[in-house]
């Protein structure tokens, strides 16, 4: 017995199980979004953070970590529930084609489970539906929660995609404008200290071009 977990949001660099192997690679089809409200982490049920969700674009993709958990049913057990209690706020499990880097046909694996969000605000109570990036740059910057902040939520999933070489730009565009509203500069550096402290560069893009895939069947669905 094996599962595959695809990771987009914390689970990036924060997968808190234990796992028997770690790939870093893509799927298809599907883009991040900031549409998901978290109460019980970074965000209370009065001031919900806004965490990543994904939603499905045609010929898109999502760059993040695959987490591989196998020996024995125990083991599957025990991480298959902590994801679905840290998870909680998505409501499927979705089945996914992955590929790592260089590949575009052929997926490295198949039948991974992806935790997603149903679009709806009516049959889903946690889908906060898309806002104006300045509404969105306020509400994460002042929600907080018993894990932490919201805003660290952001800056540590920018620093994860730049740190496994694959920008996200609409992460960057939503992290530098939650600075803005903060009044810092850099990856959260305050400005008094910013003109002593130098970052590195970024890494450069990666050169692959989303390719079109057929519509992935109906399965089941999780998070990050």
């Known amino acids: 017995m094996v599962f595959w977990v695809f990771g ?10 234990e796992y028997d192997e770690k790939m870093i690679g893509y799927i ?3 883009r991040r979004v900031f ?4 109460i019980d982490h970074r965000g209370t049920p009065d001031h919900p953070a806004r965490t990543c969700a994904l939603e499905y674009k045609e010929g898109a993709i999502c760059w993040g970590a695959v987490y591989c958990v196998k020996g024995g049913e125990e083991k599957e057990r025990l991480a298959m529930a902590y994801l679905e209690k840290r998870e909680c706020e998505y409501d499927q499990k979705t089945t996914v084609d992955f590929f790592k880097e260089g590949e575009t046909n052929d997926p490295t694996l198949s039948g991974v489970i992806v935790f997603t969000s149903t679009p ?3 049959s889903n109570k946690y889908y906060l539906g898309p806002a104006p990036l300045e509404d969105m740059a306020r509400q994460i910057a002042t ?3 018993p894990c932490g902040n919201n805003r660290d939520y952001v800056f540590l999933l920018e620093k994860a995609m730049f740190d496994i070489g694959h920008e996200d730009d609409m992460v960057i565009e939503l992290a530098n ?3 803005k509203v903060l009044g810092i500069t850099g990856l959260g550096i305050p400005k008094e200290s910013s003109s002593r402290l130098k970052g590195p560069s970024h890494k450069p893009k990666s050169p692959i071009s989303p390719r079109k895939l057929l519509h992935l ?3 089941i ?3 990050t």
């Open 120 to 122: 709806d605000k009516e």
């Open 35 to 38: 549409d998901l409200a978290c």
């Open 143 to 145: 929600a907080f929660g």
């Open 217 to 219: 069947p109906g399965a």
């Open 177 to 179: 404008e939650v600075r």
């Open 221 to 223: 669905a999780m998070d």
């Open 8 to 17: 987009y949001g914390s689970l990036v660099w924060n997968p808190g199980f």
């Open 28 to 30: 298809k089809n599907y």
